[in-house]
């Protein structure tokens, strides 16, 4: 009886064990041979991430389609497309809006999954040669995705890159102000009035913190939190990822990601996955570098409870 009530037990813990990996399972945990959970990894090693520049990867609410940025030695940045077909990821190809004339890079799906927008400096339609970096957007419709449009004042006239949506639809991105050095760049927002883009605001010096290079910010579908990239003298390399929270409409300071995603090379163009479980982020140096995922969750929330113990 003792024997049947021992086996019985170790049963249980199997099953229990079982069904709380296969709970962490989804359609990303498919790219990679290792879930991370404390530790950063490499992501979809050898099909995403290479001996190429890897970074800025979105996914589509379902997970099952995902963009990325390529850059291959001594050539431009381009964007690559992979889906999810019968169970399967279909292997990285160009992007269907890729171009001959210019350059894209740093996708992003809107947590609605209706639009997908990149930077490129293709040129626009009035002319033939590129007008520079400028933002773009595909719309999602019922046979797939648009062809790009660019986006129209107030972002057309000026700097803007790495752009990211909220539910809401208020947008989120780096520029800087005419006459500013590229490493003097800040975070701005522009609010959805009604399907209308009036007006950009730069961001407290809560996010932009005293510093060089910030840049490429996430925000949190429900904007509860932003995270982003900048160069610290209080940081652990190059660039680090920080995060803010929106506290009733208030911006908490930057808080540093810590030694877990931070290391002494370059951490930049943060994403979650639209089930909020892991982050993904670039790191390597200036020619070379992968992108990597960690579980977010508790990282997330050890931040909010020293903010709340303080």
């Given at each position: 009886m003792k024997f049947v009530k021992t086996l019985s037990i170790l049963i249980f813990l199997l099953v229990f064990i079982t069904s709380c990996?296969?709970?962490?399972?989804?359609?990303?945990?498919?790219?990679?041979?290792?879930i991370p959970t404390d530790t950063a990894l490499i992501f979809g090693p050898?099909?995403?991430?290479?001996?190429?520049?890897?970074?800025?990867?979105?996914?589509n609410p379902e997970m099952d389609e995902l963009f990325f940025t390529r850059r291959k030695p001594e050539e431009d940045n381009e964007i690559y497309s992979m889906k999810l077909v019968d169970g399967k990821w279909s292997g990285p190809k160009l992007a269907f809006f890729s171009t001959n004339t210019g350059w894209d890079f740093e996708p992003h799906i809107n947590p609605n999954g209706n639009r997908l927008y990149f930077g490129s400096t293709r040129p626009h339609k009035d002319t033939l040669r590129s007008r520079g970096l400028y933002q773009w957007y595909s719309?999602?419709?019922?046979?797939?995705?648009?062809?790009?449009?660019?986006?129209?004042?107030?972002?057309?006239?000026?700097?803007?890159?790495?752009?990211?949506?909220?539910?809401?639809?208020?947008?989120?991105?780096?520029?800087?102000?005419?006459?500013?050095?590229?490493?003097?760049?800040?975070?701005?927002?522009?609010?959805?009035?009604?399907?209308?883009?009036?007006?950009?605001?730069?961001?407290?010096?809560?996010?932009?913190?005293?510093?060089?290079?910030?840049?490429?910010?996430?925000?949190?579908?429900d904007e509860s939190y932003i995270i982003y990239d900048g160069e610290s003298t209080s940081g652990f390399g190059e660039?680090?990822?920080?995060?803010?929270?929106?506290?009733?409409?208030?911006?908490?300071?930057?808080?540093?990601?810590?030694?877990?995603?931070?290391?002494?090379?370059?951490?930049?163009?943060?994403?979650?996955?639209?089930?909020?479980?892991?982050?993904?982020?670039?790191?390597?140096?200036?020619?070379?570098?992968?992108?990597?995922?960690?579980?977010?969750?508790?990282?997330?929330?050890?931040?909010?409870?020293?903010?709340k113990n303080k």
């Amino acid at each position: 009886m003792k024997f049947v009530k021992t086996l019985s037990i170790l049963i249980f813990l199997l099953v229990f064990i079982t069904s709380c990996q296969d709970s962490e399972k989804s359609n990303l945990t498919l790219l990679s041979d290792q879930i991370p959970t404390d530790t950063a990894l490499i992501f979809g090693p050898n099909v995403i991430s290479t001996d190429n520049f890897e970074f800025a990867i979105t996914f589509n609410p379902e997970m099952d389609e995902l963009f990325f940025t390529r850059r291959k030695p001594e050539e431009d940045n381009e964007i690559y497309s992979m889906k999810l077909v019968d169970g399967k990821w279909s292997g990285p190809k160009l992007a269907f809006f890729s171009t001959n004339t210019g350059w894209d890079f740093e996708p992003h799906i809107n947590p609605n999954g209706n639009r997908l927008y990149f930077g490129s400096t293709r040129p626009h339609k009035d002319t033939l040669r590129s007008r520079g970096l400028y933002q773009w957007y595909s719309e999602k419709k019922a046979d797939g995705w648009s062809q790009p449009t660019p986006l129209e004042k107030p972002f057309a006239d000026r700097f803007v890159m790495y752009l990211t949506s909220s539910e809401n639809g208020n947008l989120y991105f780096t520029s800087e102000e005419k006459g500013a050095k590229i490493e003097d760049g800040a975070i701005y927002s522009s609010i959805n009035e009604e399907g209308q883009y009036r007006s950009i605001k730069r961001m407290g010096k809560e996010i932009n913190f005293p510093g060089k290079w910030i840049a490429h910010p996430y925000i949190a579908p429900d904007e509860s939190y932003i995270i982003y990239d900048g160069e610290s003298t209080s940081g652990f390399g190059e660039n680090d990822l920080y995060i803010s929270f929106n506290k009733n409409g208030t911006w908490t300071e930057a808080y540093n990601l810590g030694p877990e995603i931070n290391t002494d090379q370059t951490e930049m163009c943060a994403s979650v996955s639209p089930d909020g479980k892991y982050l993904f982020f670039h790191r390597g140096g200036e020619d070379n570098g992968d992108i990597y995922w960690i579980d977010f969750r508790p990282i997330k929330e050890n931040i909010k409870k020293n903010i709340k113990n303080k």
